[in-house]
Every structure is written in C-alpha cells, then in structure tokens.
C-alpha cells in the first residue's frame, strides 16, 4: 500500500501554514529611527552610509552600556527610516544610495539666535537646505519642525511668532506639516532654562498664541500639530500629532503597519515604536534646551572616538561587551 505524500493529504493545511508565515511576516514591522540621540545627518552621514552598505550597525543600551544590539539594516529588515536633524546638507547627494529604502525627514527650523542655538546653520541657510531636500524628495516627506518653542524675556511670544511667520512663508510649497512642542525640562537642560529664565506663559495666552501659530501656518498651505504636548490645542486648530506617525508612514510605504505605540517616549507622546541608532553626548551643535548631549567636554570626548568605518557611532567595543541581534 503506497503512502501519499502530505501535500496530496492535506492541500488546505499547507496552504493556510504558508498563509500564515506570510502574514507573521507582513506585521513584522522596523522603523528605523536616526536618531532622535544626535544629528546623524548633520554630523555622522559618512557613517551611516558605511553601515548601509555593511547592512547592520552596533548600538549601545544607555542604560547599561556593556550590552550592545546588532541591528539589521538591510532593506528587508527595515520599513522605514525616519531622519531628525537641523542640517541634513551632507546627506544630499549620496540621497540615491537609499533608493532601496522608504524615508522621510525631520527638520528642525527655528528662530532663535546663537544665544540658544551655538551651533546652528544661519536661517537662510536652513531654508535653502530645506528647499534642496524637498525638490529631491517631495513636500510630504520634510517634515517641518517648529520645536521646542521656549519663552523668554528676548523670546517672547510676539518674537516667535514673527520667525515662525517667516519661516513659514519661506518654505510654502515645500512641506505640508509643522510639529511644534513646548520645551520640557530634563536633567542636562534643567540649569541651561534656569539660567536663561525660560517660562510658560499662562493657559489664556498660549491658546491665543497658538491659534496665531496656525493662522500663519494656514496662509502658507501648512498644518500645524503638536508633539507630545498635554495641552488640548485642537480649538486653535492645531491637533495632538506623532513625529513618526503611522498614517505618513503608511503613506510612504505604501501599506499598513501593525501600530505600537513606542512605551518608551513621554507619557503624551503618540509616535510608533521604533529602533533608535543614535548615541547619546555626541551632538556638538550646543543648542541649550538639548535632552540628549551634557557639557562640551563630554560631546568633545565621544567625539574624538568617533570612526566612520566602526560598526558603533562614537563608541568602542570592550572586552566585556555582550552583542546580540535585537528583535525586530
């Protein structure tokens, strides 16, 4: 008596088995985010390229730095990069070594002068970046970023509305969507705000400012949204947003995601989960209200072991160091 092979007994198992992987496989989702720890475009594009052609990088957990993630960089590991930065001008022209890839960028374009912003590119020099990388890459993926808005003696709701106003007239055309937040106080910016008396103002004129922020936005075909903000502003007409956001992302990568909400950001924070590959004190830009860098002398010491051909940003293996792939 012949046995039949199992793909005559049971077609229907088979196929719903395969159905089934392809499905796992499908809500298997990586964003990629560089970085929200540092300005990898601005500072570390040589990098970043080396490691996509490599197809994986290292990254150190900040809080243990001895257990290190491989992270898998190969388009068919990852959905979507996401860029954070003030200045993306050297990633420009090597823009079509990533045509194997879904991204989109956030770029930070504020008003404030060298007093809290040291390190930053001059206004008109941030337009025209802004300008050349939405040419490239359309409007809807440069994501405007208006943040944190911080008010002080000089900066004053009156002055940010006038460099907002400004800015978004400039860059009409060249984006669809502005995030603003208001600054919050961390660790490493706590006696930076101090110093500079930074303040909020009471609820009745932020709702007030907030809707001249929107008004300004409007006149320039731009929405305006809020990141990570507590404060209900949609009577302004500026909604709660997420940085990465999912329906942008959908968008961009031309199918849907199987949406988490990243636990790890702030507690109003809306953005989906995502792999950070950024490394914390290697930003050198100064800007005073910073999260993610301490003193100059810190920045200036990550720095100088900083190798474009290591598979870590600003980072050294140790002999005790433990590398496992991280799950994705």
């Known amino acids: 008596m012949s046995v039949k092979p199992a793909s005559s007994l049971f077609p229907e198992l088979i196929e719903m088995v395969y159905t089934v992987i392809i499905l796992i496989q499908e809500v298997m989702t990586m964003i990629l985010s560089v970085s929200r720890r540092t300005d990898i475009p601005r500072y570390y594009s040589e990098w970043f390229y080396n490691r996509i052609k490599k197809g994986f990088c290292f990254v150190k957990n900040p809080m243990n730095p001895r257990q290190i993630s491989r992270i898998d960089l190969s388009p068919d590991a990852v959905d979507c990069l996401v860029f954070w930065s003030r200045d993306p001008g050297p990633m420009l022209e090597r823009l079509d070594e990533l045509s194997s890839y879904s991204y989109y960028f956030q770029f930070t374009m504020t008003g404030y002068g060298k007093d809290v912003e040291p390190g930053a590119p001059p206004v008109n020099e941030a337009l025209t970046t802004f300008k050349k990388l939405s040419t ?81 936005a409007e006149k320039s075909g731009i929405t305006v949204t809020s990141c990570a903000e507590a404060i209900d502003l949609s009577s302004c007409g500026i909604e709660h947003g997420s940085c990465i956001d999912r329906h942008l992302t959908e968008a961009i990568i031309g199918h849907p995601l199987d949406f988490k909400k990243d636990t790890r950001q702030r507690a109003y924070c809306g953005c989906m989960e995502s792999i950070d590959i950024g490394t914390y004190d290697t930003c050198p830009c100064g800007c005073v209200y910073c999260y993610a860098s301490g003193t100059a002398g810190k920045v200036a010491a990550k720095r100088r072991i900083y190798d474009a051909s290591s598979p870590l940003l600003c980072g050294e293996l140790g002999p005790e160091d433990k590398i496992r792939d991280r799950r994705q």
């Not at 440069?142 to 509305?161: A, C, G, K, Q, S």
């Not at 660790?187 to 004129?205: T, V």
């Open 136 to 216: 490239r890459t359309g409007p809807h993926r440069v994501i405007w970023r208006y943040d944190p808005i911080m008010f002080t003696e000089r900066y004053t709701p009156e002055y940010h509305l006038h460099a907002f106003s400004r800015l978004a007239a400039g860059l009409s055309g060249y984006t669809k969507r502005c995030v603003i937040s208001f600054v919050d106080e961390y660790a490493k910016n706590k006696k930076a705000l101090k110093a500079i008396s930074s303040y909020l103002p009471g609820q009745s004129q932020l709702m007030e400012f907030a809707k001249k922020i929107s008004s300004a």
